[in-house]
Nanobody, 115 residues
Framework: QVQLVESGGGLVQAGGSLRLSCAAS????????MGWYRQAPGKQRELVAR???????NYADSVKGRFTISRDNAKNTVYLQMNSLKPEDTAIYYC?????????WGQGTQVTVSS
């Protein structure tokens, strides 16, 4: 089984920064994609960023240039550095990974950006 535990959410003013962490345990291998989705109230869950094979990264257009995803393979941990935060970044952020087509999710961490 796979367990994902997020940390690092909180309340920050617009323009500020936060770093989210997601520690994975279980059947995790380096080539499994890992990343972050977010869901704001009344909206669908959307992909924020992902990292594949520890090298290739993809970002939502809305966060390009502001967010950076990285991965520490030795610790099985993925990070999301979020800079220049905006009120529209307010959401619950979920860490995920996929193994053989199955998605695994963390419990979510709240990020709130005040204007």
């Amino acid at each position: 089984q796979v367990q994902l535990v997020e940390s690092g959410g909180g309340l920050v003013q617009a323009g500020g920064s936060l770093r989210l962490s997601c520690a994975a345990s279980g059947s995790i291998v380096r080539d499994n994609p890992m990343g972050w989705y977010r869901q704001a109230p009344g909206k669908q869950r959307e992909l924020v960023a992902r990292i594949i094979s520890g090298i290739t990264t993809n970002y939502a257009d809305s966060v390009k240039g502001r967010f950076t995803i990285s991965r520490d393979n030795a610790k099985n941990t993925v990070y999301l550095q979020m800079n220049s935060l905006k009120p529209e970044d307010t959401a619950i952020y979920y860490c995920y990974t996929t193994i053989l087509g199955t998605y695994y999710w963390g419990q979510g961490t709240q990020v709130t950006v005040s204007s």
